[in-house]
C-alpha cells in the first residue's frame, strides 16, 4: 500500500528517503471492508486517511435519516472530518467504504509530527487544503445556482470515475437532488 502513496507524494513533493522512512513509520496500512464505517456520528475525528484503492465517502444524515453526501475519496486523495479532526469535537458526519478499499492511516499527533520535520509534506498540505476550498466554493455556487440537470452533468465531467463506480441513489444525495429527479433527467437525456 505504502507503494501507492509513495508514487503518490514523489510527483507532488520534494522528499528524502529519510523523509519518506518516517512517514512510512508512522503510518498504518488497513483493510477496508465495503460498508465498514471508518468515523460514526458522535466520534471524534482522531485520524487522516489516504486511499490507495477502493473509494470511501463522508456523509452526514438528517433527523429524518436522510444521507447526504459531502465527498466521495477515491485512489489517491485524502479524508477526514476536517471539522471534528480539527476542533477536537465529535463528529456530526461519517465515513465508509463504499468498494473495499485499502488505506493508509495516521493519527493526528503523528501526522502533526511529520508536518513538523517534513516542511515539504506540510507545503503539500497547505496546497491541497486550499484546493479544497476552492473546490467546496465552486461546489456550493453550482448547488445554489444551477438546474438539476447542470449539476448532474458537472458532475459527470468532473467525476467520471466516480460516476462509474457509484449507486445512482449516492449521485443524487452528492449534488442534492431526489432519485426521482435524477432518474427523470437521465431518461429525458437518454431519449435526446
Known sequence: MFDVFERYISAKAILTDQDLCLIR?????RKVAKREFVLREGEIAR??????????RLLRTDDKGNEYILRF?????WLSDRESYI????????IDAIED???LV???????????EIPALKQLMKELVGRSQIA?????????SGSAEEKYFRFIEKYPDTFNRVPLHM??????????????????????
Open 87 to 94: 476542533t477536537g469535537n465529535p463528529s456530526n458526519a461519517y
Open 106 to 116: 495516521w493519527d493526528k499527533q503523528d501526522f502533526h509530527f511529520l508536518l513538523k
Open 25 to 29: 513509520s508512522l503510518s498504518v496500512e
Open 136 to 144: 467546496n466554493q465552486n461546489r456550493v455556487f453550482t448547488t445554489i
Open 47 to 56: 485520524y487522516i486517511f489516504f486511499i490507495t484503492r477502493g473509494m470511501l
Open 171 to 192: 449521485i443524487a444525495s452528492y449534488i442534492g437532488v431526489s432519485r426521482e429527479t435524477l432518474s427523470r433527467i437521465r431518461r429525458h437525456s437518454v431519449n435526446k
Open 73 to 77: 475519496a477515491t485512489e489517491n486523495n
Open 101 to 103: 478499499s485499502q488505506v
